[in-house]
């Protein structure tokens, strides 16, 4: 399991990241199509430090709403 920040982009398109991964972003034309193509994102990501014998880094993102 991986925490994932979805949010609209200034091109109308969704973004989709995983936090715990650096660098593992991707985007979808839909929310949903964001969350498809992140999960696919962060499988070849994990299978690519696999491959290479790296550490895969443990999800600890701890999110926090703050109001301003």
Request: aromatic fraction near 8%.
């Amino acid at each position: 399991m991986r925490q994932v920040i979805v949010y609209p982009g200034e091109d109308g398109y969704w973004v989709a990241e995983c936090p715990s991964l650096a660098g593992c972003i991707s985007q979808g034309q839909t929310r949903e199509e964001a969350v498809k193509n992140i999960r696919e994102a962060i499988d070849g990501y994990i299978a690519a430090l696999r491959e290479d014998n790296l550490p895969v880094p443990e999800d600890h993102f701890d999110a926090l709403l703050v109001a301003v």
